[in-house]
């Protein structure tokens, strides 16, 4: 079992910066894919960014891209996610999860935190 806790999210204004933070505990390993999903109302969930290979690989959703920097420290078992030049529609519950390399989905998932960008 793996458990997931997010932390880091608040109010900030638009065009503004936040870190979020994933601690992972259980049974973790360096292997594992992490990423970072966010579900705003109204709307289903949606996939922001991972990263896995330890580190070595990353990738983004479109609307992120260029704004957005997922990292580990694999030390600390911690994902982070760096977010710049932040926009009202980045506003959204976010969601840490987690996945061994064979599996295709993700299967651990943390409780959120709440992120919420003003105009």
């Known amino acids: 079992q793996v458990q997931l806790v997010e932390s880091g999210g608040g109010l900030v204004q638009a065009g503004g910066s936040l870190r979020l933070s994933c601690a992972a505990s259980?049974?973790?390993?360096?292997?594992?894919?992490m990423a970072w999903f966010r579900q705003a109302p109204g709307k289903e969930r949606e996939f922001v960014a991972t990263?896995?290979?330890?580190?070595?690989?990353?990738n983004y959703a479109d609307p992120v891209k260029g704004r957005f920097t997922i990292s580990r420290d694999n030390a600390k078992n911690t994902v982070y996610l760096q977010m710049n030049s932040l926009k009202p529609e980045d506003t959204a519950v976010y969601y840490c999860?987690?996945?061994?390399?064979?599996?295709?989905?993700?299967?651990?998932w943390g409780q959120g935190t709440q992120v919420t960008v003003s105009s």
């Open positions: 999860a987690a996945r061994r390399p064979i599996a295709t989905t993700y299967t651990y």
């Open positions: 990263i896995w290979g330890g580190g070595a690989h990353t």
């Open positions: 259980g049974q973790t390993y360096i292997s594992d894919a």
